[in-house]
Protein backbone atom coordinates (compact mmCIF):
# COMPACT_ATOMS: atom_id res chain seq x y z
CA UNK A 1 0.00 0.00 0.00
CA UNK A 2 3.15 2.26 0.99
CA UNK A 3 4.74 1.67 -2.24
CA UNK A 4 0.95 2.30 -4.48
CA UNK A 5 1.42 5.84 -2.46
CA UNK A 6 4.28 6.36 -3.96
CA UNK A 7 4.11 6.16 -7.19
CA UNK A 8 1.03 8.09 -7.43
CA UNK A 9 2.58 10.86 -5.59
CA UNK A 10 6.09 10.75 -8.50
CA UNK A 11 3.49 10.57 -11.27
CA UNK A 12 1.29 13.12 -9.63
CA UNK A 13 4.89 15.04 -9.64
CA UNK A 14 6.20 14.02 -13.25
CA UNK A 15 2.22 15.32 -14.44
CA UNK A 16 2.87 18.97 -12.30
CA UNK A 17 6.50 19.12 -13.40
CA UNK A 18 5.62 18.52 -17.40
CA UNK A 19 2.78 21.66 -17.99
CA UNK A 20 5.37 24.41 -18.25
CA UNK A 21 6.59 22.69 -21.11
CA UNK A 22 3.11 22.69 -22.83
CA UNK A 23 2.45 26.13 -22.64
CA UNK A 24 2.40 26.81 -26.63
CA UNK A 25 -0.34 23.93 -26.63
CA UNK A 26 -2.21 25.19 -23.83
CA UNK A 27 -2.24 28.63 -25.21
CA UNK A 28 -3.40 27.17 -28.26
CA UNK A 29 -6.42 25.26 -26.35
CA UNK A 30 -7.28 28.71 -24.95
CA UNK A 31 -7.42 30.72 -28.08
CA UNK A 32 -9.50 27.89 -29.28
CA UNK A 33 -11.94 28.19 -26.18
CA UNK A 34 -11.67 32.12 -26.39
CA UNK A 35 -12.54 32.04 -30.45
CA UNK A 36 -15.84 29.95 -29.82
CA UNK A 37 -16.70 32.52 -27.07
CA UNK A 38 -16.13 35.63 -29.39
CA UNK A 39 -17.71 34.21 -32.00
CA UNK A 40 -20.84 33.47 -29.50
CA UNK A 41 -21.19 37.19 -27.91
CA UNK A 42 -19.27 39.72 -30.11
CA UNK A 43 -18.92 38.72 -33.82
CA UNK A 44 -21.99 40.43 -34.84
CA UNK A 45 -20.81 43.49 -33.51
CA UNK A 46 -16.60 43.74 -34.39
CA UNK A 47 -16.33 42.58 -37.71
CA UNK A 48 -13.64 39.69 -38.34
CA UNK A 49 -13.14 39.69 -34.96
CA UNK A 50 -12.54 35.96 -34.55
CA UNK A 51 -9.43 36.26 -37.25
CA UNK A 52 -7.77 38.58 -35.65
CA UNK A 53 -8.42 36.68 -32.57
CA UNK A 54 -6.52 33.53 -34.47
CA UNK A 55 -4.39 35.39 -35.95
CA UNK A 56 -2.62 37.48 -33.60
CA UNK A 57 -2.94 34.18 -30.98
CA UNK A 58 -0.96 31.81 -33.25
CA UNK A 59 1.42 34.63 -33.55
CA UNK A 60 1.95 34.75 -29.30
CA UNK A 61 1.73 31.02 -29.97
CA UNK A 62 4.68 31.23 -32.45
CA UNK A 63 6.75 33.62 -30.10
CA UNK A 64 5.93 30.60 -27.12
CA UNK A 65 7.15 28.12 -29.27
CA UNK A 66 10.45 30.13 -30.38
CA UNK A 67 11.21 30.59 -26.72
CA UNK A 68 11.04 26.93 -25.81
CA UNK A 69 14.63 26.24 -27.37
CA UNK A 70 15.85 28.09 -24.51
CA UNK A 71 13.93 26.37 -22.07
CA UNK A 72 14.72 23.03 -22.80
CA UNK A 73 18.01 21.40 -22.28
CA UNK A 74 19.68 20.08 -25.31
CA UNK A 75 19.00 16.49 -25.11
CA UNK A 76 15.38 17.07 -24.64
CA UNK A 77 12.73 16.52 -22.10
CA UNK A 78 10.25 12.96 -21.39
CA UNK A 79 7.20 14.44 -20.46
CA UNK A 80 4.11 12.78 -18.65
CA UNK A 81 5.72 9.47 -18.05
CA UNK A 82 6.80 9.23 -21.75
CA UNK A 83 3.99 10.22 -23.72
CA UNK A 84 5.71 12.91 -25.18
CA UNK A 85 8.94 13.83 -25.90
CA UNK A 86 10.30 17.80 -26.55
CA UNK A 87 13.43 17.61 -28.11
CA UNK A 88 15.48 20.71 -30.21
CA UNK A 89 14.26 19.26 -33.74
CA UNK A 90 10.24 19.07 -32.70
CA UNK A 91 10.30 22.27 -31.50
CA UNK A 92 11.89 22.90 -34.98
CA UNK A 93 9.28 21.09 -36.36
CA UNK A 94 6.56 23.11 -34.03
CA UNK A 95 8.12 26.29 -35.52
CA UNK A 96 7.17 25.49 -39.10
CA UNK A 97 4.01 24.42 -38.40
CA UNK A 98 3.18 27.12 -36.91
CA UNK A 99 4.43 29.72 -39.48
CA UNK A 100 2.46 27.38 -41.87
CA UNK A 101 -0.46 27.54 -40.13
CA UNK A 102 -0.16 31.64 -39.82
CA UNK A 103 0.38 32.06 -43.30
CA UNK A 104 -2.59 29.92 -44.56
CA UNK A 105 -4.60 32.01 -42.03
CA UNK A 106 -3.79 35.22 -43.27
CA UNK A 107 -4.35 33.42 -46.89
CA UNK A 108 -8.06 32.86 -45.83
CA UNK A 109 -8.95 35.84 -44.93
CA UNK A 110 -9.20 36.92 -48.81
CA UNK A 111 -10.52 34.11 -50.21
CA UNK A 112 -13.31 34.73 -51.89
CA UNK A 113 -14.97 30.92 -51.58
CA UNK A 114 -14.14 31.34 -47.92
CA UNK A 115 -16.06 34.87 -47.85
CA UNK A 116 -18.96 33.67 -49.67
CA UNK A 117 -20.12 30.99 -47.85
CA UNK A 118 -23.19 30.83 -45.73
CA UNK A 119 -21.37 29.62 -42.86
CA UNK A 120 -19.18 32.33 -42.31
CA UNK A 121 -15.38 31.87 -41.54
CA UNK A 122 -15.11 32.08 -37.83
CA UNK A 123 -15.70 28.38 -37.29
CA UNK A 124 -13.12 27.86 -39.53
CA UNK A 125 -10.37 29.91 -38.47
CA UNK A 126 -10.94 27.51 -34.88
CA UNK A 127 -10.83 24.64 -36.53
CA UNK A 128 -7.58 25.68 -38.56
CA UNK A 129 -5.78 26.57 -34.40
CA UNK A 130 -6.99 22.96 -33.66
CA UNK A 131 -5.33 21.71 -36.54
CA UNK A 132 -2.20 22.86 -35.55
CA UNK A 133 -2.27 21.79 -32.17
CA UNK A 134 -3.17 18.20 -33.11
CA UNK A 135 0.39 18.65 -35.56
CA UNK A 136 2.08 19.82 -31.90
CA UNK A 137 1.63 17.05 -30.47
CA UNK A 138 2.03 14.88 -33.75
CA UNK A 139 5.13 15.61 -33.63
CA UNK A 140 6.23 15.46 -29.98
CA UNK A 141 4.25 12.11 -29.85
CA UNK A 142 6.27 8.80 -28.36
CA UNK A 143 4.21 6.29 -27.34
CA UNK A 144 1.31 4.52 -29.67
CA UNK A 145 -1.52 6.22 -27.90
CA UNK A 146 -0.24 9.97 -28.55
CA UNK A 147 0.28 8.77 -32.06
CA UNK A 148 -3.14 7.67 -32.95
CA UNK A 149 -4.48 10.38 -30.50
CA UNK A 150 -2.94 13.35 -32.12
CA UNK A 151 -3.49 11.56 -35.77
CA UNK A 152 -7.38 11.40 -35.28
CA UNK A 153 -6.80 15.08 -33.81
CA UNK A 154 -5.52 16.41 -37.09
CA UNK A 155 -7.44 14.26 -39.36
CA UNK A 156 -10.79 14.30 -38.15
CA UNK A 157 -10.59 18.44 -38.15
CA UNK A 158 -9.38 18.54 -41.42
CA UNK A 159 -12.37 16.21 -42.69
CA UNK A 160 -14.27 19.32 -42.06
CA UNK A 161 -11.76 22.16 -43.19
CA UNK A 162 -11.74 20.34 -46.39
CA UNK A 163 -16.03 19.77 -46.83
CA UNK A 164 -16.27 23.45 -45.67
CA UNK A 165 -17.86 25.15 -48.37
CA UNK A 166 -20.69 23.99 -47.72
CA UNK A 167 -23.48 23.59 -51.28
CA UNK A 168 -20.17 23.36 -53.42
CA UNK A 169 -20.35 19.87 -54.79
CA UNK A 170 -16.57 19.48 -55.18
CA UNK A 171 -15.58 20.69 -51.59
CA UNK A 172 -18.25 18.29 -50.58
CA UNK A 173 -16.87 15.21 -52.45
CA UNK A 174 -13.52 16.02 -51.09
CA UNK A 175 -14.45 15.68 -47.66
CA UNK A 176 -15.94 12.40 -47.49
CA UNK A 177 -13.84 11.06 -49.75
CA UNK A 178 -10.95 12.27 -47.02
CA UNK A 179 -12.95 10.72 -44.54
CA UNK A 180 -13.50 7.55 -45.65
CA UNK A 181 -10.07 6.94 -47.05
CA UNK A 182 -8.68 8.29 -43.76
CA UNK A 183 -11.08 6.49 -41.10
CA UNK A 184 -9.67 3.37 -43.05
CA UNK A 185 -6.22 4.47 -42.56
CA UNK A 186 -6.58 4.90 -39.17
CA UNK A 187 -8.29 1.36 -38.62
CA UNK A 188 -5.61 -0.43 -40.59
CA UNK A 189 -3.18 2.01 -38.61
CA UNK A 190 -5.03 0.72 -35.37
CA UNK A 191 -4.90 -3.02 -36.35
CA UNK A 192 -0.80 -3.09 -36.52
CA UNK A 193 -0.86 -1.02 -33.18
CA UNK A 194 -2.59 -3.32 -31.29
CA UNK A 195 -0.45 -6.19 -32.91
CA UNK A 196 3.02 -4.35 -31.89
CA UNK A 197 1.34 -3.92 -28.12
CA UNK A 198 0.31 -7.67 -28.08
CA UNK A 199 4.10 -8.79 -29.22
CA UNK A 200 6.28 -6.26 -26.93
CA UNK A 201 3.26 -5.73 -23.91
CA UNK A 202 4.25 -1.56 -23.96
CA UNK A 203 3.00 1.18 -25.97
CA UNK A 204 6.29 3.31 -25.32
CA UNK A 205 8.14 3.21 -28.78
CA UNK A 206 10.89 4.26 -27.08
CA UNK A 207 10.99 1.65 -24.36
CA UNK A 208 13.60 -0.97 -24.29
CA UNK A 209 10.99 -3.56 -23.95
CA UNK A 210 9.34 -2.13 -27.13
CA UNK A 211 12.72 -2.88 -29.06
CA UNK A 212 13.36 -5.99 -27.31
CA UNK A 213 9.82 -7.47 -28.00
CA UNK A 214 9.64 -7.02 -31.51
CA UNK A 215 13.18 -8.30 -32.29
CA UNK A 216 12.89 -11.89 -30.47
CA UNK A 217 9.52 -12.64 -32.38
CA UNK A 218 9.41 -13.54 -36.09
CA UNK A 219 10.54 -11.12 -38.00
CA UNK A 220 7.81 -12.09 -40.52
CA UNK A 221 5.40 -11.25 -38.03
CA UNK A 222 7.06 -7.62 -36.60
CA UNK A 223 7.17 -6.49 -40.25
CA UNK A 224 3.39 -6.95 -40.76
CA UNK A 225 2.66 -4.98 -37.80
CA UNK A 226 5.28 -2.76 -38.29
CA UNK A 227 4.06 -2.14 -41.82
CA UNK A 228 0.30 -1.68 -40.93
CA UNK A 229 1.24 0.47 -37.84
CA UNK A 230 3.31 2.70 -41.14
CA UNK A 231 0.39 2.49 -43.10
CA UNK A 232 -1.36 5.56 -40.83
CA UNK A 233 1.60 7.74 -41.02
CA UNK A 234 1.83 7.66 -44.97
CA UNK A 235 -1.38 8.22 -45.21
CA UNK A 236 -0.81 11.70 -43.41
CA UNK A 237 2.60 12.35 -45.19
CA UNK A 238 0.88 11.33 -48.61
CA UNK A 239 3.37 7.96 -49.69
CA UNK A 240 2.89 5.82 -52.29
CA UNK A 241 0.53 2.90 -50.61
CA UNK A 242 -1.83 5.46 -49.02
CA UNK A 243 -1.59 8.40 -51.69
CA UNK A 244 -4.95 7.91 -53.40
CA UNK A 245 -6.65 10.42 -51.49
CA UNK A 246 -4.42 13.09 -52.44
CA UNK A 247 -5.37 14.54 -55.95
CA UNK A 248 -9.15 14.55 -55.31
CA UNK A 249 -9.14 16.10 -51.97
CA UNK A 250 -6.42 18.72 -52.71
CA UNK A 251 -8.38 19.90 -55.57
CA UNK A 252 -12.10 20.30 -54.36
CA UNK A 253 -10.75 21.46 -50.51
CA UNK A 254 -10.81 25.69 -50.95
CA UNK A 255 -7.73 26.55 -51.82
CA UNK A 256 -5.85 27.95 -48.03
CA UNK A 257 -6.96 24.51 -47.32
CA UNK A 258 -4.96 22.50 -49.61
CA UNK A 259 -1.66 25.21 -49.22
CA UNK A 260 -2.47 23.87 -45.30
CA UNK A 261 -2.85 20.29 -45.85
CA UNK A 262 0.09 20.05 -48.59
CA UNK A 263 2.45 21.53 -45.84
CA UNK A 264 1.66 21.15 -42.53
CA UNK A 265 0.21 17.77 -42.05
CA UNK A 266 3.39 16.41 -43.76
CA UNK A 267 5.91 18.12 -41.98
CA UNK A 268 4.01 16.51 -38.57
CA UNK A 269 4.15 12.87 -40.76
CA UNK A 270 7.86 13.26 -41.57
CA UNK A 271 8.82 13.87 -37.79
CA UNK A 272 7.15 11.01 -36.58
CA UNK A 273 7.88 8.97 -38.88
CA UNK A 274 11.47 9.73 -37.90
CA UNK A 275 10.71 9.33 -34.47
CA UNK A 276 8.85 5.71 -35.29
CA UNK A 277 11.95 4.39 -37.75
CA UNK A 278 14.43 5.51 -34.79
CA UNK A 279 12.93 3.78 -31.77
CA UNK A 280 12.69 0.90 -34.67
CA UNK A 281 16.18 1.01 -34.91
CA UNK A 282 17.58 1.95 -31.73
CA UNK A 283 18.78 -1.53 -31.25
CA UNK A 284 20.53 -2.43 -28.11
CA UNK A 285 22.86 -4.65 -29.53
CA UNK A 286 26.19 -3.83 -30.93
CA UNK A 287 25.71 -5.21 -33.75
CA UNK A 288 22.35 -2.96 -34.33
CA UNK A 289 19.23 -3.37 -35.65
CA UNK A 290 17.87 -6.33 -36.98
CA UNK A 291 15.33 -4.00 -38.45
CA UNK A 292 17.96 -1.97 -39.84
CA UNK A 293 17.93 -3.26 -43.35
CA UNK A 294 14.91 -3.91 -44.20
CA UNK A 295 13.47 0.09 -43.06
CA UNK A 296 16.19 1.13 -44.81
CA UNK A 297 14.97 -0.81 -48.40
CA UNK A 298 11.39 -0.21 -47.29
CA UNK A 299 11.83 3.62 -47.53
CA UNK A 300 14.34 3.48 -50.24
CA UNK A 301 11.50 1.58 -52.20
CA UNK A 302 8.31 3.57 -51.45
CA UNK A 303 10.42 6.71 -52.07
CA UNK A 304 11.23 5.62 -55.38
CA UNK A 305 7.48 4.48 -56.13
CA UNK A 306 5.78 7.22 -54.43
CA UNK A 307 8.03 10.15 -56.66
CA UNK A 308 7.86 8.21 -59.79
CA UNK A 309 3.79 7.88 -59.60
CA UNK A 310 3.65 11.76 -58.08
CA UNK A 311 5.88 13.23 -61.06
CA UNK A 312 4.75 11.14 -63.82
CA UNK A 313 0.69 11.36 -63.04
CA UNK A 314 1.08 15.55 -63.08
CA UNK A 315 2.49 15.73 -66.52
CA UNK A 316 -1.19 15.36 -67.95
CA UNK A 317 -3.29 17.68 -65.53
CA UNK A 318 -4.78 20.78 -66.67
CA UNK A 319 -5.89 21.63 -63.18
CA UNK A 320 -3.28 23.45 -61.32
CA UNK A 321 -4.54 22.46 -57.97
CA UNK A 322 -4.32 18.74 -58.97
CA UNK A 323 -1.21 19.25 -60.74
CA UNK A 324 0.37 20.78 -57.35
CA UNK A 325 -1.55 18.11 -55.57
CA UNK A 326 0.46 15.13 -57.97
CA UNK A 327 3.67 17.53 -57.31
CA UNK A 328 3.05 17.45 -53.48
CA UNK A 329 3.03 13.29 -53.88
CA UNK A 330 6.62 13.93 -55.57
CA UNK A 331 7.95 15.78 -53.00
CA UNK A 332 6.71 13.30 -50.51
CA UNK A 333 8.74 10.57 -52.11
CA UNK A 334 12.00 13.21 -52.15
CA UNK A 335 11.62 13.40 -48.31
CA UNK A 336 11.06 10.23 -47.88
CA UNK A 337 14.49 9.12 -49.62
CA UNK A 338 15.90 11.58 -46.75
CA UNK A 339 14.60 9.36 -44.18
CA UNK A 340 15.31 6.09 -45.83
CA UNK A 341 18.94 7.88 -45.04
CA UNK A 342 18.43 8.41 -42.10
CA UNK A 343 21.38 10.10 -40.00
CA UNK A 344 21.40 13.31 -38.01
CA UNK A 345 22.86 15.13 -41.24
CA UNK A 346 19.83 13.15 -43.31
CA UNK A 347 17.30 14.73 -40.35
CA UNK A 348 19.07 18.45 -40.80
CA UNK A 349 18.63 18.26 -44.65
CA UNK A 350 14.97 16.85 -43.76
CA UNK A 351 14.08 20.08 -42.12
CA UNK A 352 15.73 22.61 -44.58
CA UNK A 353 13.99 20.54 -47.14
CA UNK A 354 10.61 21.03 -45.17
CA UNK A 355 11.40 24.64 -44.65
CA UNK A 356 11.85 25.10 -48.53
CA UNK A 357 9.30 23.32 -49.48
CA UNK A 358 6.72 25.12 -46.80
CA UNK A 359 7.37 28.40 -48.62
CA UNK A 360 7.76 27.21 -51.67
CA UNK A 361 4.46 25.55 -51.85
CA UNK A 362 1.93 27.67 -49.36
CA UNK A 363 3.29 30.33 -52.17
CA UNK A 364 2.15 28.58 -55.06
CA UNK A 365 -0.87 28.31 -53.55
CA UNK A 366 -1.15 31.82 -52.75
CA UNK A 367 -0.49 32.84 -56.29
CA UNK A 368 -3.07 30.20 -57.55
CA UNK A 369 -5.61 31.54 -54.88
CA UNK A 370 -4.99 35.41 -55.82
CA UNK A 371 -5.75 34.39 -59.64
CA UNK A 372 -8.62 32.21 -58.75
CA UNK A 373 -9.72 35.16 -56.78
CA UNK A 374 -9.25 37.08 -60.06
CA UNK A 375 -10.38 35.41 -62.56
CA UNK A 376 -12.45 32.30 -60.47
CA UNK A 377 -10.50 29.86 -62.07
CA UNK A 378 -8.15 26.87 -61.50
CA UNK A 379 -7.99 25.25 -64.70
CA UNK A 380 -4.71 25.55 -66.47
CA UNK A 381 -5.94 26.85 -69.72
CA UNK A 382 -7.62 30.58 -68.08
CA UNK A 383 -3.38 31.25 -67.13
CA UNK A 384 -2.71 32.03 -70.70
CA UNK A 385 -1.41 35.67 -70.83
CA UNK A 386 -1.99 36.34 -67.70
CA UNK A 387 2.18 36.94 -66.93
CA UNK A 388 1.75 40.23 -68.91
CA UNK A 389 -1.36 41.76 -66.18
CA UNK A 390 -0.14 40.49 -63.40
CA UNK A 391 4.01 41.12 -63.46
CA UNK A 392 4.67 40.46 -59.74
CA UNK A 393 2.84 37.70 -58.76
CA UNK A 394 3.54 35.97 -62.02
CA UNK A 395 7.41 36.18 -61.29
CA UNK A 396 7.04 35.24 -58.15
CA UNK A 397 5.15 32.15 -59.14
CA UNK A 398 8.19 31.24 -61.40
CA UNK A 399 10.24 31.74 -58.63
CA UNK A 400 8.36 29.07 -56.36
CA UNK A 401 7.99 26.71 -59.34
CA UNK A 402 11.86 26.72 -60.02
CA UNK A 403 12.35 26.41 -56.27
CA UNK A 404 9.83 23.13 -56.03
CA UNK A 405 11.96 22.04 -59.41
CA UNK A 406 14.85 22.04 -57.32
CA UNK A 407 17.25 24.37 -59.64
CA UNK A 408 19.42 27.46 -58.55
CA UNK A 409 19.56 29.85 -57.56
CA UNK A 410 16.38 29.15 -55.15
CA UNK A 411 16.34 27.56 -51.74
CA UNK A 412 14.71 24.22 -53.44
CA UNK A 413 18.13 23.40 -55.03
CA UNK A 414 19.76 23.80 -51.86
CA UNK A 415 17.19 21.62 -50.26
CA UNK A 416 17.46 18.97 -53.13
CA UNK A 417 21.29 19.05 -52.75
CA UNK A 418 21.18 18.43 -48.93
CA UNK A 419 18.75 15.48 -49.32
CA UNK A 420 20.75 14.10 -52.07
CA UNK A 421 24.01 14.43 -50.57
CA UNK A 422 22.62 12.70 -47.53
CA UNK A 423 21.24 9.67 -49.53
CA UNK A 424 24.74 9.36 -51.17
CA UNK A 425 26.80 9.63 -47.68
CA UNK A 426 24.03 6.52 -46.24
CA UNK A 427 25.26 4.65 -49.62
CA UNK A 428 28.99 5.39 -48.98
CA UNK A 429 28.58 4.30 -45.43
CA UNK A 430 26.23 1.47 -45.74
CA UNK A 431 26.82 0.27 -49.32
CA UNK A 432 23.13 -0.06 -50.07
CA UNK A 433 22.95 -0.53 -53.45
CA UNK A 434 19.07 0.17 -53.47
CA UNK A 435 20.13 3.93 -52.08
CA UNK A 436 21.82 4.77 -54.86
CA UNK A 437 19.06 4.04 -57.14
CA UNK A 438 16.83 6.29 -55.35
CA UNK A 439 19.29 8.45 -56.00
CA UNK A 440 19.36 8.33 -60.13
CA UNK A 441 15.41 8.08 -59.98
CA UNK A 442 15.51 11.48 -57.88
CA UNK A 443 17.51 13.06 -60.14
CA UNK A 444 15.23 11.63 -63.22
CA UNK A 445 12.29 12.60 -61.64
CA UNK A 446 13.97 16.10 -61.24
CA UNK A 447 14.09 16.51 -64.94
CA UNK A 448 10.64 14.96 -65.66
CA UNK A 449 9.47 17.88 -63.05
CA UNK A 450 10.29 19.88 -65.03
CA UNK A 451 8.24 19.26 -67.87
CA UNK A 452 5.15 19.85 -65.89
CA UNK A 453 5.92 22.75 -63.94
CA UNK A 454 7.42 24.91 -66.47
CA UNK A 455 3.36 24.09 -68.53
CA UNK A 456 2.24 27.51 -66.19
CA UNK A 457 4.53 29.74 -66.48
CA UNK A 458 4.27 28.99 -70.48
CA UNK A 459 1.01 29.05 -70.20
CA UNK A 460 0.91 32.89 -68.36
CA UNK A 461 3.86 34.72 -70.70
CA UNK A 462 3.82 32.65 -73.91
CA UNK A 463 0.54 32.31 -74.81
CA UNK A 464 -1.87 35.13 -75.62
CA UNK A 465 -5.16 35.02 -73.75
CA UNK A 466 -8.24 34.09 -75.80
CA UNK A 467 -10.49 36.47 -74.52
CA UNK A 468 -10.08 39.42 -73.14
CA UNK A 469 -12.63 39.80 -69.90
CA UNK A 470 -12.55 42.76 -67.65
CA UNK A 471 -10.54 41.49 -64.52
CA UNK A 472 -10.77 42.59 -60.73
CA UNK A 473 -7.58 43.98 -59.24
CA UNK A 474 -5.66 41.85 -57.19
CA UNK A 475 -5.32 42.33 -53.60
CA UNK A 476 -2.76 43.92 -52.13
CA UNK A 477 -2.17 41.39 -49.03
CA UNK A 478 -1.80 38.51 -50.97
CA UNK A 479 0.33 39.96 -53.18
CA UNK A 480 2.53 41.99 -50.25
CA UNK A 481 3.01 37.85 -49.03
CA UNK A 482 3.59 36.51 -51.98
CA UNK A 483 6.48 38.88 -52.88
CA UNK A 484 7.78 37.99 -49.30
CA UNK A 485 7.84 34.43 -49.66
CA UNK A 486 9.76 34.98 -53.00
CA UNK A 487 11.77 36.76 -51.72
CA UNK A 488 13.17 34.58 -48.94
CA UNK A 489 12.94 31.32 -51.41
CA UNK A 490 16.03 33.93 -53.39
CA UNK A 491 17.58 34.45 -50.15
CA UNK A 492 17.54 30.63 -48.90
CA UNK A 493 18.81 29.83 -52.05
CA UNK A 494 21.80 32.03 -52.50
CA UNK A 495 22.56 32.14 -48.40
CA UNK A 496 21.53 28.57 -47.02
CA UNK A 497 23.72 28.81 -44.14
CA UNK A 498 21.82 31.15 -42.40
CA UNK A 499 19.13 28.95 -41.72
CA UNK A 500 21.18 25.66 -41.72
CA UNK A 501 23.37 27.72 -39.11
CA UNK A 502 20.61 28.10 -36.90
CA UNK A 503 19.33 24.20 -37.19
CA UNK A 504 21.42 22.52 -34.49
CA UNK A 505 20.30 19.03 -32.71
CA UNK B 1 -12.11 -7.51 -11.94
CA UNK B 2 -10.10 -10.72 -11.78
CA UNK B 3 -12.28 -13.09 -13.08
CA UNK B 4 -13.31 -11.32 -15.88
CA UNK B 5 -9.25 -11.26 -16.56
CA UNK B 6 -9.28 -14.73 -15.82
CA UNK B 7 -12.37 -15.60 -17.91
CA UNK B 8 -10.70 -14.04 -21.02
CA UNK B 9 -7.46 -16.13 -20.32
CA UNK B 10 -9.57 -19.49 -20.45
CA UNK B 11 -9.81 -19.26 -24.34
CA UNK B 12 -6.63 -19.85 -25.97
CA UNK B 13 -5.19 -16.72 -27.34
CA UNK B 14 -4.75 -17.85 -31.07
CA UNK B 15 -8.43 -17.73 -30.79
CA UNK B 16 -8.66 -14.15 -30.15
CA UNK B 17 -6.30 -13.48 -32.39
CA UNK B 18 -7.97 -15.63 -35.89
CA UNK B 19 -11.32 -14.20 -34.77
CA UNK B 20 -10.28 -10.33 -34.97
CA UNK B 21 -8.56 -11.21 -38.07
CA UNK B 22 -11.96 -12.38 -39.62
CA UNK B 23 -13.69 -9.46 -38.02
CA UNK B 24 -11.30 -7.21 -39.41
CA UNK B 25 -10.79 -8.93 -42.72
CA UNK B 26 -15.11 -8.73 -42.99
CA UNK B 27 -14.73 -5.10 -42.36
CA UNK B 28 -12.15 -4.33 -45.11
CA UNK B 29 -14.31 -6.67 -47.82
CA UNK B 30 -17.45 -4.54 -46.89
CA UNK B 31 -15.17 -0.85 -47.57
CA UNK B 32 -14.31 -2.50 -50.65
CA UNK B 33 -17.32 -3.80 -52.42
CA UNK B 34 -20.01 -1.73 -50.72
CA UNK B 35 -21.46 1.81 -52.10
CA UNK B 36 -23.57 2.97 -49.78
CA UNK B 37 -21.80 5.78 -47.25
CA UNK B 38 -23.46 4.50 -44.39
CA UNK B 39 -22.37 0.73 -44.89
CA UNK B 40 -19.23 1.44 -45.33
CA UNK B 41 -18.91 3.69 -42.05
CA UNK B 42 -20.19 0.61 -40.94
CA UNK B 43 -18.08 -1.37 -41.97
CA UNK B 44 -15.16 0.69 -40.69
CA UNK B 45 -16.98 0.55 -37.41
CA UNK B 46 -16.21 -3.57 -37.72
CA UNK B 47 -12.49 -2.93 -38.34
CA UNK B 48 -12.00 -0.85 -35.37
CA UNK B 49 -13.88 -3.34 -32.90
CA UNK B 50 -11.62 -6.14 -34.32
CA UNK B 51 -8.80 -4.45 -33.14
CA UNK B 52 -10.67 -3.53 -29.64
CA UNK B 53 -11.16 -7.35 -29.10
CA UNK B 54 -7.74 -7.92 -29.75
CA UNK B 55 -5.93 -4.90 -27.58
CA UNK B 56 -8.68 -6.58 -24.88
CA UNK B 57 -7.11 -10.22 -25.47
CA UNK B 58 -3.65 -9.28 -25.16
CA UNK B 59 -4.39 -6.47 -22.37
CA UNK B 60 -5.67 -9.96 -20.47
CA UNK B 61 -2.81 -11.52 -21.17
CA UNK B 62 -0.20 -9.29 -20.64
CA UNK B 63 -1.30 -8.36 -17.47
CA UNK B 64 -0.93 -4.82 -18.38
CA UNK B 65 -3.92 -2.32 -18.09
CA UNK B 66 -2.92 0.18 -21.04
CA UNK B 67 -4.47 -1.79 -23.46
CA UNK B 68 -7.97 -1.74 -22.38
CA UNK B 69 -7.12 2.13 -21.45
CA UNK B 70 -6.31 2.34 -25.51
CA UNK B 71 -9.65 0.87 -25.91
CA UNK B 72 -11.72 3.72 -24.88
CA UNK B 73 -10.23 6.20 -26.58
CA UNK B 74 -10.89 4.17 -29.77
CA UNK B 75 -14.13 4.05 -28.99
CA UNK B 76 -14.36 7.73 -27.73
CA UNK B 77 -12.25 8.99 -30.99
CA UNK B 78 -14.52 6.50 -33.80
CA UNK B 79 -17.70 8.02 -32.41
CA UNK B 80 -16.19 11.63 -33.13
CA UNK B 81 -14.52 10.06 -36.24
CA UNK B 82 -18.42 9.09 -37.50
CA UNK B 83 -20.32 12.07 -36.19
CA UNK B 84 -17.93 14.48 -38.20
CA UNK B 85 -18.73 11.67 -41.03
CA UNK B 86 -22.43 11.33 -40.52
CA UNK B 87 -22.17 15.04 -40.87
CA UNK B 88 -20.59 14.84 -44.50
CA UNK B 89 -23.12 12.55 -45.69
CA UNK B 90 -26.21 14.44 -44.67
CA UNK B 91 -24.51 17.00 -46.54
CA UNK B 92 -24.53 15.13 -49.20
CA UNK B 93 -27.85 13.94 -48.86
CA UNK B 94 -28.96 17.11 -49.31
CA UNK B 95 -27.23 17.85 -52.74
CA UNK B 96 -27.63 14.80 -54.41
CA UNK B 97 -30.34 13.09 -52.91
CA UNK B 98 -28.51 9.51 -52.42
CA UNK B 99 -25.00 8.37 -50.35
CA UNK B 100 -24.42 5.98 -52.83
CA UNK B 101 -20.71 7.07 -53.09
CA UNK B 102 -19.82 6.12 -56.48
CA UNK B 103 -21.81 9.68 -57.03
CA UNK B 104 -18.53 11.14 -55.85
CA UNK B 105 -17.15 11.20 -59.57
CA UNK B 106 -16.89 15.07 -59.34
CA UNK B 107 -13.51 15.31 -59.49
CA UNK B 108 -11.46 12.87 -62.06
CA UNK B 109 -8.74 13.38 -64.41
Not at chain 1, 161 to 190: C, D, I, P, Q
Not at chain 1, 243 to 254: F, I, L, R, S, T
Not at chain 1, 306 to 325: D, E, P, Y
Request: aromatic letters at 12%; hydrophobic letters at 55%; a neutral charge.
Amino acid sequence: MKNFVEIIQSSINDTLGSWIYLLPEISLAFIFILMIIADLFWAKRIKNLVAIIAVSGLFIVFLEVIDQFILIPPQGVVLFSAMIKLSTAAIWYKVLITISGLLVLLFSLRDFQLRNTEKGGSEYYSLVLVVTLGLNFMVMAQNLLMIYLSIEFVSVCSYILAAYLTGNKRSEESGMKYALFGAVASAVMLYGMSLLYGFTGTLDITNQAFYNGLASINLMSASVALLLTLAGLFFKISAFPMQVWVPDVYEGAPTPITAFLSVAPKVAGIALLITFIRAVNSGGSPSGSVFLASTENLLAALAIITMTIGNFSALWQTNVKRLMAYSAIGHSGFILMGVAAYSMTGQKAILFFLFVYALANIGAFLVIGYFSNVFHSEELEDYKGMGMKYPLVSVAMVIFLVSLTGLPPTAGFVGKFFIFSAAIEAYMLGGNVLLLIMVVFGVVNTVVSLFYYFKIPLNLYLRKAKTEISLDKGNLLFSVIIIVLALFTLFLGVFPNKLIGLINF
Amino acid sequence: MENITNAITLVPLNHYILLSSIIFFIGIIGVLTRRNAIIVFMSIELMLNAVNLLLTAFSAYRGDAAGQVFVFFIMAVAAAEVAVGLAIIVMIYRNNNSIDIDLLNKLKN
